[in-house]
């Protein structure tokens, strides 16, 4: 066992230069090398012992090397820490150690075993342990051959250096190798070296065997390692520094610099490479121990320069820079290197002899705005004019992208051929898009040229998918994991991005592996199983539903390393060690169990994700600690470990598989061998979800011109943002609806320029926020504005015309106020002073000039002090603008300067006017300097038209003005005037001020005013726009024409062309004129008057737009659609694109789909919710809620109860009446009307019907036959029933049927309806009826009118004389047939008069009248004469006769004289034939008989008997039918009637029964018949009574030819048969 271990090391230097200069060397050379104390964090690394152990040996043998540990230091190195000689990290890289030198140095009895060095003052150990033998000495084998390590020029070469450390640690750790020997102590020196001798051979064959197996292990692990995992980028740990000498001086700069692998420097002069080879004897370079210096001999003024040294590796380049400065000594000046005519500093300022004090740098075709696409290669160059030309001094060319300097690298390549600077993009990304800026730099002073690269995406592979992501980054790696982030890409592709997909790659491989199987939509995600010490690189995918977009640009390679290791990487030294490490080796301690972590906390969560962080514990041994993490859900004390099965290295760990919207604490326990710690406290309950929200969208875009190609475009930042990583800007020309991105990475602050615009297009622009949550919803877009160029670019800037009008506004006795007009031409941009002069005129003769002033004065007003009292003098003024001070005014008129004494004030002052309108403008002036004896009253402002005489100066106001303005109207379209104010106080008035130049009342093209506007969230602005600005034009607002300088009521904003001043809280204290004046215009100004009427009008509008409401042009209203669908609506006035609508039933909120069928139209502002069918559980309330921006309203029905019932119950029967209509049905529903012929008929509408559809017609349910086929042309059916009555009351019914469905139509004509129709009939049969005739009968007098038909329902009354008549024996009424008949019998002289026949339908009278009063013709009085012709009797009302039967008919006529006879046939004349025989015998008798009747022979047959007297018919209806059972032949009278009496009645009582058996009905007025026996002809008749009225209305029937059956049809049949009708079967 070693109980001692003492390592010492020397100063390596001295010793290698020592055996370099050394001729005689033996093969016993020792070196000792002390270190210096370390700590624990101190530990030699491969890096830190290379150069001390490196060295050239000139010796063909082999030269060992003792190290010594001092005891002191020992503990501090790792337990079991290999001190082989043989192990890798004492071996620097390219020494090759082979056995056979081992061999040579075993024979070689000539090696002894030093304890110390041969050169003791070398060592660092005391001088009393000289003499002590050194317990153990550990011998370092250096090959023959040792070249120095410095850069490496092979990947294999980099590869082994890189593994040093890895080594290193490794073989410390295992204690493989090991060889030491324990030196005997004696007094003999000699004899201890003998002794040591005799063991070293057993000693190092055991060390053989060991170095054997270390060379094996590392070269196996040398094939494992990965380069990239110890490698970082150069660093200058001490940067050269500037000098300044004289010349023959030598200087010497210094650098140091880490890296690994170690770095490669390189000096350059002016950006030139120094060679050393061309220049030996002048330049010295060296590296040594990472100590580069360079070293210049003998310098003279050409070695003034710029020195830069360069230090790179394979993973990157640095510079650092250093002026040198040699100076001459006074008159040794090189004078071919001045400027000539000027004098030339040296650009770094610091030579003795007066160099310019800059150079001029000068950019000449230069790189304009490029636009590129993914993957192209894009070039940037300028020339560069540098004045004055010295060629020892050289430009530094410097590139910046967005203000960061940009380096080489294989995406990016510089050059600078001495006259242009170019950049070079390789392989163009998104990540390369921004403001690239060229600077060149010349000492201390430098020049700028700027210009914007736009880089598009490539072309996706997939149509529709989106951009590439784009500047991927790893912002925390460690053993267990990587967290990469990305910027979102500015095309989605036209679809929602979904999310994003990671891949990883090692470096090395071109094997690439996704890491996500779900897109991720957050921009950050941690990558887990890495393995530990390997580096990879990612990039990043983006995913919608059209597909995958391209991949980004790869990061850059990162190492799966804990930052401590990767620190410890970089900072190891770059100089020799000096000093001691004491290591005394202890025994193994016993294991700790490790404590628990502390300041555990979640340092970043998202939904998918949680990143825990903590601190590793005090306690925790000597040995490495491991982590477990555990979770709980909040509020339990159920903890789970999360990495069950690897315990984590590093103390960051990032916990997926977390439920989102749940609370969860963590806590970590430490671990080792020696077993599991006690737990962290737990984290606060950390709630899974995005703790960063998606940020809101920008407002107020703001356009503005800027180039012809260009605008810019300024935006304000959302609120509540959080880690806004930029916005994204996009335009679309208007109209086109079609969006382009303006960028493709994200810009920050709140403005950009968009390039690549077409001249003269107008377009809108809109942006949106990005950061890692995602991208903002788009703001609205901008006002259109069109692309060109703003007015005034461009334009040269020139000094202003001269003043003029200068006149005295007060003089005292040393001091006099001059006031002046501005100039005419004010050069292009606004007037910054005045410069005025004066001089003395004495007796005529101006002396010379002097200044009044010598800074600038602002106003057109200003008092010169210290002037001679009484002296005269003239003055004079120039205009000072940023181009300089313009020509000087000519001379004023000479003034005395004295003091003024008048009482009445002075002029006013700076007249100017302002709002120029066509009939109107506002006159601005400022108060007199002078103001008289007593304070001003007021003003009188005055006019004239230009040309008029000075006698037509006219006061505009009659009383004096308080206020410093006024607007004058009345003003004449296209007429010049000048104005004048004058002041005056309790003196009097004063003197005029100047008169204004002429102006002209016109209102320029393009004149605006100012507009006042509330917007939606209430404030209320005034708003000026103007268009024609120059760049340096500004917006002045005024209040009652004076400045606004308190800003608390008041925010006034200005972007672009537009200006907009805020009313922070309107009020009575805001009431006035307020005004804005656009400086450097030709007087652009405007202004607006707030009064009472309008504040309140403003504030009444503002409290609406803040609290807003959607207007809506009807409430929410229902209603049943064409299919029984019901259809909620409302209607708003006016809704935008925006506008949402939310549909609520009973509180709850319901949504598009089967059962509702929703839609907002925005146009027209209709909103509608369709619903198939109402369901009882669909009754309630349902409210529509509106949301269109700011604005909200909502509308509610309630649909429960009887009103629900009565809606659902309508919305079945239209959805019945739907299926309905699909088929044949009735547009109409059966219905009646009364026809002219008082006939009842039954009418439909019907639609949808073809050849093949049939109709059907019911009566109580009973088929009503019908012989002809409707043609449905017309699309009407109709059933007609003639002389409707009583027994036609009932329920009717008509069916259309066809292949597609039927439909019925029913109506029932009884009761209530009945009585209406019946009212109606005998409406009409009222209105049918004749006028009253006058007819003398056999009795007395008829008086008569005919109707279409009678109904018992029709109400007949006589009224004689205005008196009802009583009905008597003597006096009746009746009816027969169609006649309405009063008959009076043995009329008397009393029955004169009026009578009037009342006809009463019930509802209405109808009256007609007949007047008896016997005196207008003699005519009247025949009714009263017994003589007059008639018909005695014999003619029976109706005859039924069968067919082929004889037929004879007799009756008596009496009159006289004897009357005439003739007969009628359906009121046709009608004679005596071969069949028919007529005869009139006797002038009494009259006969008709026909032979052998036939159904030709029936019809209606009329006596008419006619004398002077009167005339009388007699009808008879016969009836011809072919009946079996009918035999009888009618003859003679008594007989044959009574026999036809009898027939019809056993015909009646038999047809009765006959027609029950069968199933149809005929509506019909039942047949009112009167049988009656033939009296005696000889006989006189008596009165007709009520049974002839039946009788006659029996025969009244037989009006169309065709005879009706008396009384053996049950029901009304006539109508049918007259309408070719017959019975069908009964209804089913």
């Not at 101006?846 to 003239?874: C, D, F, H």
Request: proline residues 5%; negative net charge; glycine residues 6%.
């Amino acid at each position: 066992m070693l109980k001692d271990l003492q390592l010492t090391l020397g100063a390596l230097q001295p010793i290698a230069m020592h055996l370099q200069q050394t001729s005689a060397l033996t093969l016993q050379q020792h070196i000792v090398m002390a270190l210096q104390p370390m700590t624990l964090s101190q530990q030699p690394t491969a890096m830190d012992l290379q150069p001390m152990i490196t060295l050239r040996h000139k010796a063909k043998d082999l030269l060992p090397t003792v190290l010594t540990l001092n005891p002191s230091a020992r503990a501090q190195l790792p337990t079991g820490m290999d001190l082989n000689p043989s192990t890798s990290w004492l071996q620097p890289t390219g020494w090759d150690l082979k056995l056979k030198d081992s061999n040579l140095m075993i024979e070689d009895q000539s090696y002894k075993m030093s304890p110390k060095a041969k050169r003791a003052k070398q060592n660092l150990v005391s001088e009393d342990k000289e003499n002590k033998a050194i317990d153990y000495s550990v011998p370092i084998f250096t090959g023959r051959e040792v070249s120095i390590s410095g850069i490496t020029d092979t990947e294999e070469e980099r590869i082994k250096e890189s593994a040093a450390y890895v080594a290193k640690r490794n073989l410390f750790a295992t204690g493989e190798g090991v060889s030491v020997s324990k030196v005997a102590k004696s007094t003999s020196e000699e004899q201890h070296r003998e002794k040591k001798s005799r063991k070293v051979a057993i000693r190092e064959s055991a060390e053989r065997v060991a170095l054997k197996k270390t060379l094996e292990d590392t070269q196996a692990f040398h094939k494992k390692l990965n380069k990239d995992k110890l490698l970082h980028a150069p660093e200058f740990v001490i940067e050269p520094r500037s000098h300044t000498i004289w010349e023959k001086q030598n200087v010497r700069f210094h650098c140091s610099v880490a890296g690994w692998p170690a770095p490669r420097v390189t000096w350059y002069k002016n950006n030139v490479p120094i060679d050393v080879q061309t220049h030996p004897d002048k330049y010295i370079i060296e590296s040594r121990y990472g100590l580069h210096s360079l070293e210049i001999s003998t310098c003279d003024f050409d070695d003034t320069a710029q020195y830069r040294a360069s230090a790179m590796n394979v993973k990157g380049e640095i510079s650092a820079y250093a002026s040198l400065v040699v100076k001459r000594y006074k008159g040794e000046i090189d004078a071919s290197l001045l400027y000539a005519g000027t004098s030339m500093p040296l650009g770094f300022g610091v030579t003795p002899h007066g160099y310019a004090s800059r150079f001029e740098i000068r950019f000449v075709d230069k790189f304009d705005v490029a636009f590129g696409r993914e993957g192209e290669t894009m070039s940037l160059g300028c020339t560069v004019v540098i004045s004055p030309d010295i060629k020892r001094f050289k430009p530094d060319i410097e590139w910046y992208r967005n203000g960061v300097l940009i380096t080489p690298s294989k995406w990016v390549q510089m050059h600078w051929s001495g006259e242009r600077a170019s950049l070079t993009l390789t392989h163009a990304n998104k990540e390369d898009e921004g403001l690239y800026t060229l600077r060149v730099v010349m000492g201390d002073y430098y020049e700028e040229y700027s210009g914007y690269v736009f880089v598009r995406d490539a072309d996706a592979e997939i149509p529709g998918a989106p951009g590439a992501p784009l500047d991927v980054q790893c912002l925390d790696a460690n053993k267990d994991y990587v967290i990469v982030s990305w910027k979102q890409p500015a095309v989605d592709g036209g679809n929602p991005i979904l999310g994003y997909f990671i891949d990883r790659c090692e470096v090395g491989t071109t094997h690439w592996t996704q890491c996500n199987e779900t897109p991720v939509k957050f921009a950050r995600f941690p990558v887990t199983g890495l393995i530990e010490g390997r580096s990879y690189i990612f990039r990043v995918r983006a995913v919608n539903k059209a597909g995958i977009s391209l991949p980004s640009r790869v990061s850059e390679p990162v190492a799966a390393l804990d930052p401590a290791d990767r620190a410890r990487l970089r900072s190891h030294p770059s100089a020799p060690w000096t000093g001691q490490i004491i290591v005394t080796e202890e025994e193994p301690a016993e294991g700790v169990v490790p404590g628990p972590p502390t300041d555990l906390q979640v340092i970043e969560a998202t939904k998918n994700y949680v990143v825990l962080s903590w601190k590793p514990p005090g306690q925790r041994g000597h040995e490495g600690i491991m982590y477990f993490v555990e979770k709980c859900v909040a509020g339990t004390e159920d903890w789970q470990r999360v990495n069950t099965e690897i315990p984590v290295k590093s103390p960051r760990f990032a916990v997926f598989d977390l439920a989102e919207g749940k609370s969860y604490c963590f806590r970590v326990r430490c671990c080792n061998s020696a077993g599991i710690g006690e737990p962290s406290e737990a984290t606060e309950a950390t709630v899974v979800g995005d703790k960063l929200d998606i940020p809101k969208a920008p407002g107020r875009i703001m356009p503005t011109r800027n180039t012809d190609t260009s605008v810019v475009v300024t935006w304000t930042e959302p609120p509540d943002a959080k880690e806004l990583v930029g916005y994204y800007i996009e335009s679309s020309v208007v109209g086109s609806g079609r969006w382009e991105p303006c960028n493709n990475n994200p810009v920050k602050g709140t403005r950009f320029i968009c390039h690549g615009l077409i001249n003269g297009e107008k377009y809108i622009f809109r942006v949106r926020a990005v950061n890692a949550a995602g991208l903002s919803e788009f703001s609205q877009d901008s006002e259109p504005i069109e692309v060109q160029a703003a007015i005034g670019g461009g334009l040269l800037h020139a000094a202003p015309s001269p003043p003029y009008d200068i006149m005295v506004l007060e003089s005292v006795r040393d001091s006099m106020v001059l006031g002046w007009k501005q100039p005419k031409v004010i050069g292009g941009t606004e007037i910054t002073g005045y410069y005025m002069n004066y001089r003395e005129v004495v007796d005529g003769v101006p002396g010379k000039w002097m200044e009044a002033n010598i800074k600038a004065i602002s106003e057109r007003a200003y008092r010169i002090q210290n002037l001679k009292e009484n002296m005269v003098y003239q003055f004079q003024v120039a205009a000072a603008n940023l181009a300089g001070v313009g020509t000087p005014s000519l001379p004023s008129q000479p003034f005395k300067c004295e003091e003024w004494t008048i009482a009445v004030p002075g002029p006013p002052h700076d007249v100017t006017c302002t709002e120029v309108r066509k009939d109107s403008l506002v006159l601005l002036w400022k108060e007199p300097v002078y103001t008289g004896r007593s304070p001003i009253a007021g003003y009188y402002v005055d006019m004239k038209e230009t040309e008029a005489k000075e006698e037509r100066w006219r006061s505009v106001n009659e009383k004096p003005l308080q206020k410093k303005f006024l607007k004058i109207g009345g003003l004449k379209q296209g007429v010049s005037y000048v104005f004048r104010v004058r002041a005056t106080n309790q003196a009097g008035v004063g003197k005029p001020s100047n008169v204004t130049d002429p102006v002209v009342a016109e209102t320029r093209p393009g004149t605006k005013e100012v507009v006042v506007d509330v917007d939606d969230n209430g404030v209320i602005s005034l708003n000026f726009e103007c268009d024609q600005m120059s760049p340096n034009s500004k917006f002045v607002w005024s209040k009652n024409y004076e400045p606004i300088e308190d800003d608390s009521r008041l925010n006034i904003d200005a972007k672009g062309g537009k200006s907009k001043a805020t009313f922070k809280d309107l009020g009575e204290d805001d009431l006035g004129v307020y005004s804005c004046v656009v400086t450097d215009t030709d007087g652009v100004s405007s202004s607006h008057t707030i009064d009472e009427e309008e504040m309140k009008r403003l504030l009444a509008l503002s409290h609406e737009r803040k609290f807003p409401t959607v207007p809506l042009a009807s409430e929410l209203a229902v209603e049943i659609l064409e299919k029984g669908e019901v259809r909620f609506w409302l209607q708003a006035e006016k809704l935008s694109g925006n506008a949402k609508a939310n549909f609520v039933f009973n509180d709850k909120e319901i949504f598009n789909g089967e059962k509702y069928k929703m839609k907002v139209d925005q146009k027209t502002g209709l909103v509608e919710m369709i619903m198939d069918k109402l369901e009882d559980k669909d009754e309630g309330t349902y409210t529509f809620q509106l949301q269109d921006g700011k604005a909200t309203n909502q509308s509610s029905l309630v649909l429960i109860g009887d009103v629900f019932k009565k809606l659902q119950d309508e919305a079945d029967f239209q959805r019945k009446e739907w299926h309905r209509k699909q088929g044949p049905h009735f547009v109409d529903k059966l219905g009646w009307e009364v026809t002219d012929d008082c006939n009842v008929m039954l009418k439909c509408k019907v639609a949808n019907i073809k050849k093949e559809t049939h109709i059907v017609w019911y009566k109580d349910d009973r088929e009503i036959m019908v012989d002809e086929e409707h043609d449905f042309k017309d699309g009407v059916c109709t059933l007609l029933i003639s002389e409707f009555s009583k027994k036609d009351a009932g329920t009717y019914e008509v069916i259309l049927k066809d292949d597609r469905g039927k439909d019925s139509s029913e109506l029932k004509l009884k009761d209530t309806a009945f009585a209406d129709l019946m009212n109606e009939v005998c409406r009409r049969i009222a209105l049918s009826a004749t006028d009253l005739k006058i007819r003398s009968t056999a009795e007395g007098i008829r008086l008569y009118s005919y109707v279409t038909y009678y109904v018992e329902d029709l109400r007949v009354g006589w009224v004689h004389n205005d008196t009802q008549i009583r009905f008597t024996d003597r006096v009746k009424t009746g009816v027969t047939g169609e006649q309405i008949w009063l008959q009076i019998n043995e009329p008397t002289p009393q029955d004169k008069g009026k009578y009037t026949m009342e006809l009463f339908d019930g509802k209405t009278g109808h009256k007609k009248t007949v007047d008896l009063s016997g005196q207008d013709t003699k005519e009247n009085y025949a009714y009263l004469f017994p003589d007059r012709a008639r018909v005695l009797g014999g003619l029976p009302d109706v005859v039924t006769i069968q067919e082929g039967k004889a037929l004879n008919l007799s009756c008596t006529v009496w009159g006289d004289p004897t009357p005439e006879v003739s007969w009628l046939k359906n009121e046709k004349s009608f004679v005596s034939d071969a069949n028919c025989t007529l005869k009139f015998e006797s002038g009494k008798k009259v006969s008709f008989t026909i032979s052998a009747v036939s159904t030709l022979d029936s019809g209606k047959y009329s006596l008419v008997v006619k004398n002077k007297y009167g005339t009388e018919t007699s009808d008879v209806t016969v009836i011809v039918i072919s009946v079996s059972g009918l035999t009888d032949t009618v003859q003679g009278h008594d007989q044959n009637n009574l026999t036809v009496s009898k027939k019809k009645k056993t015909m009646t009582a038999s047809k009765r029964k006959e027609v029950e058996k069968k199933d149809f009905i005929k509506p019909h007025v039942e047949e009112i018949i009167a049988t009656e026996e033939t009296p005696d002809p000889n006989e006189i008749p008596p009165a007709e009574t009520e049974k002839d009225t039946k009788s006659k209305q029996q025969a009244a029937k037989m009006t169309d030819g065709k005879a009706a059956v008396a009384e053996t049809v049950p029901q009304p049949t006539e109508s049918l048969d007259k309408q070719g009708k017959k019975p069908l079967e009964k209804k089913p």
